[in-house]
């Protein structure tokens, strides 16, 4: 049975104060769901409705959560209600925002990391986050003024990556000391910058990209060591944040074999 | 004064089917409808809140409508009712889908073409169309199974390049017709396939995405000339088709040079 606490506590985590001050965040769906518990992301408490039960994936996914957490049974109309987004496919889960910091992470072998300065999108923030995993980065910096990225809509799109790599929201002084510190050569995504096949090398990236519409903002573009776009030859158009950074993520990712 | 017909259109174009009955559209937003005044896209009418007096560039777009169609006056609630997405940002317009179609379309000095195979998500199609546009494909084909191009969100997402770009909906055998007509080797986006720089060479290539879960039908994978892939060194993370088909569309588009 769902205390009146409890519901109370899952709408409240559609907003990114209420995330931040309790340190959960809410998923939904099978597939986030699995990959949140493959991950070993500490669950509070499950909602499942009967639509859980419909196919073997979801009902063995029922038997694991059983095992990891309340399962509390809701009707479907409950669910959909209380969920962030649609089609929560019968489950949605409260869990604690793994603890990511700064002075805890070791670079170690990672060649890559990827700072949002600005990202507005919560699906943007979520593909960033899922490219980043793609290609090898160890950390997704989110700079002030970045949406949150455990937001329901972020966490669906990430597709499970943003309960695999460390995802920070931190100042940039801080952040700059720390890539500073590790050997991490800053490059800014601009469509002014350099070719990204022309960047000047170096064994340790990190990439930083900017809002939808207005792309970096002054001061952090000021503190990037060199712009990098992606080559398209004269034309006016230009492409979504995820797709960009993709391609800049694929170019840095080969450049550091 | 909106009649009550043209507050019904307004409705009903949310649906597909009614969007395909009168080859009509739903656009919304400052930024959409300029883009789609430069395209040359024939507007019906267009319902505008006070919203769009609020800031010079709103007000500069409101003069232009006054000389491409009938505007009527709405509040921002009742806008906001009608809108297909979140923010229409005091400007909605019913416009017409421009006439495209294979039989009159010659690929020209164009190396690339975009086919979509059971894309589900409509801002997917719109972020894959805008990518396309980017890298010069002269065309964006959409086999049964694809959602509508034409969708409200699909519109937001592809940043006006639905409104530049010839977009067509077309049974397999007709495009497979007409690439083979027109010397495109046919190369299918699939996690199994070969680096995408070691693809066979060809002048002309049209690339195939499928479905965010399932990838490719089978019978449109069995016709493809080769399988393509981002190579990502063995991991075992995906992306998201439009990354991934952004990132494809960057090689393609360099090895056309």
Redesign the interface.
């Known amino acids: 049975m769902l205390t009146r606490a409890q519901e109370k506590l899952v709408r409240g985590l559609g907003q990114r104060g209420r995330r931040e001050d309790e340190r959960l965040f809410l998923a939904e769906g099978v597939r986030v769901v699995e990959e949140l518990l493959d991950a070993g992301i500490v669950l509070r408490f499950a909602l499942a409705s009967s639509a859980l039960e419909d196919t073997e994936r979801g009902r063995a996914l029922a038997r694991r959560l059983a095992a990891a957490a309340p399962v509390h049974q809701v009707s479907g109309g409950e669910l959909n209600r209380m969920a962030g987004t649609r089609g929560p496919q019968g489950v949605l889960v409260v869990a604690e925002i793994p603890p990511a910091s700064l002075a805890d992470l070791q670079p170690g072998a990672t060649p890559l990391a990827l700072v949002l300065d600005g990202v507005q999108d919560p699906?943007n923030i979520g593909?960033l986050t899922?490219?980043a995993?793609?290609?090898?980065c160890g950390l997704v910096a989110c700079l002030p003024g970045t949406v949150d990225p455990w937001n329901p809509k972020s966490v669906r799109?990430s597709?499970g990556?943003l309960f695999r790599l460390p995802v920070v929201t931190v100042p940039v002084d801080e952040l700059w000391a720390w890539l500073g510190a590790h050997g991490f050569r800053v490059l800014g995504a601009d469509a002014a910058g350099l070719p990204v096949r022309d960047r000047p090398p170096g064994r340790r990236a990190a990439l930083v990209v900017g809002n939808e519409g207005g792309g970096l903002t002054t001061p952090v573009r000021d503190r990037c060591d060199a712009l990098v776009a992606?080559p398209?030859?004269g034309?006016t158009?230009?492409?979504?944040v995820?797709?960009?950074a993709?391609?800049l993520l694929?170019e840095l990712s080969r450049g550091a074999d």
Request: hydrophobic content about 50%; glycine content about 12%; aromatic content about 8%.
């Open positions: 699906g593909t899922r490219t995993a793609a290609f090898g799109a597709a990556a992606v398209m030859r034309r158009e230009s492409l979504n995820a797709v960009a993709g391609i694929y």
